[in-house]
RNA sequence: GGCCCCAUCGUCUAACGGUCAGGACACCACUCUUUCAAGGUGGUAAUACGGGUUCGAUUCCCGUUGGGGUCACCA
């Protein structure tokens, strides 16, 4: 059996950051592309030439890159192909599939206002179709501007979605889409089938939003005499209150999450999900595996809410599973973007494992990890401030005779297993529960009450700064006469 | 409004005519414990509604309702 190579293309426009929805849709076509052993293309859609800039541009291959979708062809940038978008367009005209249409912006206004029935009724009504040829060449020869009309054919233009099914609409509710402006740059629906049919795209897998796009693509595809394509329309991603995802309400951006912490084998683990089920209860994933189950068909038909908890819930599967060492050099990023003074990304690892089990996001552990590197950075939080007020004086008492029993302990003996070992036996020597000793201690440390074992914390953040640090809040709660 | 798409726990989803409607996140309880997590155990929670078809409907068909997309010389 032969089987033709699969094409594919990821064609964002560069008006804005890489949303996830967007991200999602490149994934897919990433896997889809890997699954088939055929080739995922990148394709810059910049015929906006007001919208469209170069930082955007960069913006959207740092994203795909940063979530590991390496494509195999492009860029390609849309606006260096307007030659054959407008021969393909002169085709049609010559073909006599389009025409000339004279009207101006103004005139197309005053006839949808001036609908019968409400603007909503509103269907251009081919005037300049109807046009004497001798009229046309006078108006041409005259230098007055016009359009290129496509004239939708009154047909049925359906198609076998990959995703959805049969999906069914007639010519006669379309509106005969303007193909080439007044100054001559082609319109997104004849640049993308011109490109589509160019690069010999195989599966158009695309945002749901294309759907009514499709029907007009349809048309332009059977007259332009081009092999129609796979098409697999995947739904869009909302917000949780169901509404489209906007910027104003949380992050839309694959680089908000980028910032947040989030690591890029999480994100791509979710996004997967996000409309897109293996089956058999599978959700962590790796890239392989992803790519061994998945099939368009299998995508869901119904728009998803992006619930970010599961996200981050995601995000702490794999920071478990990642080392200290591993995590080193985007923690000291990080921290330098903190304004944290590291000695070097080496010294990490054991702050890193220290924290790492309690966070969900490399945000959060570089937090701890400044707390633990810095007292600065130790400052006092609500549960804190309340386990402090709780115990009163003897929260101050506590952290003396904690001091006390630490300074025992030299600096070859500041390990986790003897602090414990001394700190229990102070403990019991005192007539006190363990808990009563260590937590003052943990706030002390930290500020919060939210931390690994105390022990393990004291060694950590070492000797020095350790008795520093405890001494410092003893006398800021009143403990100088003891 | 026209055209089109969609509809299982709060959320992401499994089921492709017969299941006590399964899993995950979140939530609650218990457990572990040096606080908090993590882990373990258990729990609350769904087939939008109404008609058909069928011995039997989450599943197939029709309608209602609800949600979404799209209707540019934007992409």
Known sequence: MVTTPTRVRFAPSPTGYLHVGGARTALYNWLFARKTGGAFILRIEDTDAQRSTEAHTRVILDGLAWLGLDWDEGPIFQGAHVERHRADAERLLVENKAYRCFCTREELEAQR??????????????????????????????????????????????????????????????????VLR???????????????????????IRGDDHISNTPKQIALYLALGAPLPVFAHVPVILDTDGKKLSKRRGAVAVGDYQDRGILPGAMRNFLALVGWSPGEDREIMSPAEMIELFTLEAIQKKPAIFDTAK????????????????????????????????????????????????????????????????????????????????????????????????????????????????????????????????????????????????????????????????????????????
């Open 311 to 482: 996200l981050e819930w995601m995000n702490g599967q794999y920071l478990s599973r990642m080392s200290g060492a591993s995590l080193a050099a985007p923690v000291a990023r990080e921290l330098e973007k903190m304004g944290v003074q590291v000695r070097g990304a080496h010294l990490l690892p054991p702050y890193i494992d220290a924290v790492k089990s309690r966070a969900r996001t490399m945000l959060e552990i570089a937090e701890r990890v400044a707390i633990r590197l810095d007292s600065r950075r130790a400052v006092l939080d609500d549960k804190g401030r309340k386990l402090i007020e709780k115990m009163g004086d003897g929260y101050a008492r506590a952290l003396v005779l904690a001091t006390d029993t630490l300074r025992g302990l030299g600096e070859p003996e500041w390990r986790a297993e003897p602090i414990l070992d001394a700190l229990k036996q102070r403990v019991e020597q005192e007539g006190m529960k363990l808990g009563d000793l260590l937590q003052p201690i943990r706030v002390a440390i930290t500020g919060t009450t939210v931390s690994e074992p105390v022990n393990e914390l004291l060694e950590v953040v070492g000797r020095s700064s350790s008795l520093a640090r405890l001494t410092a809040a003893a006398e800021r709660n009143g403990a100088s006469g003891c």
């Open 113 to 178: 206002q001036a609908t019968p029935g409400g603007v909503d009724l509103y269907k251009y009504d081919r005037r300049c179709d109807r046009l004497p040829p001798e009229e046309i060449a006078a108006r041409v020869a005259g230098g007055m501007p016009f359009v290129l009309r496509f004239r939708m054919p009154d047909a049925e233009l359906a198609w076998e979605d990959a995703v959805h099914g049969r999906i069914g609409f007639h010519g006669r509710d379309l509106d005969d889409l303007v």
């Open 182 to 204: 007044s100054d001559g740059t082609p319109i997104y629906n004849l640049a993308v089938v011109s490109d589509d049919v160019a690069m010999r795209i195989t599966h158009v």
